[in-house]
Nanobody
Framework: QVQLVESGGGLVQPGGSLRLSCAASGFTLDYYAIGWVRQAPGKEREGVSCISSSDGSTYYADSVKGRFTISRDNAKNTVYLQMHSLKPEDTGVYYC????????????????WGQGTQVTVSS
C-alpha cells in the first residue's frame, strides 16, 4: 500500500523543540517533492515547508523561517521537520504530503497525504 506515516508529535512548552518524521512506504519518496502542512483548529490548512525531489531546494513559510528545518533521507525513505523555538501558534495537526517533483507552494500539488500528527505548544 502507498502510505505516509507521520510521527514525533506531542506536547511541548513554548521555546521547545520537536522533530517530526514522515516515513513513506509503497512508493519511492525520491521522485516527489515532500511538504509539511499544518492545520490549526478552525483554520485552513497551511503549507509550512517543502523540499524538492531533484535539487533538494526548500521552501519555508515566513511564519516558521529560521525556526524549522526540512530534510530528507532517501536511503530511509523518510523526510523530517526539525522544529525549534516553538510557539503556541505552531499548535496544530501536521501532515506530510507527497507530490512533485518540485515545490509549488500549492496544496493541490500533493498526491499522497499522511494522517497527521498532533503538535501542541503550551505551558
Amino acid at each position: 500500500q502507498v502510505q505516509l506515516v507521520e510521527s514525533g508529535g506531542g506536547l511541548v512548552q513554548p521555546g521547545g523543540s520537536l522533530r517530526l518524521s514522515c516515513a513513506a512506504s509503497g512508493f519511492t519518496l525520491d521522485y516527489y517533492a515532500i511538504g509539511w502542512v499544518r492545520q490549526a483548529p478552525g483554520k485552513e490548512r497551511e503549507g509550512v515547508s517543502c523540499i524538492s525531489s531533484s535539487d533538494g531546494s526548500t521552501y519555508y513559510a515566513d511564519s516558521v523561517k529560521g525556526r524549522f528545518t526540512i530534510s530528507r533521507d532517501n536511503a530511509k525513505n523518510t523526510v523530517y521537520l526539525q522544529m525549534h523555538s516553538l510557539k503556541p501558534e505552531d499548535t496544530g495537526v501536521y501532515y506530510c504530503a507527497a507530490g512533485g517533483p518540485v515545490c509549488y507552494d500549492k496544496l493541490h500539488q500533493y498526491d499522497y497525504w499522511g494522517q497527521g500528527t498532533q503538535v501542541t505548544v503550551s505551558s
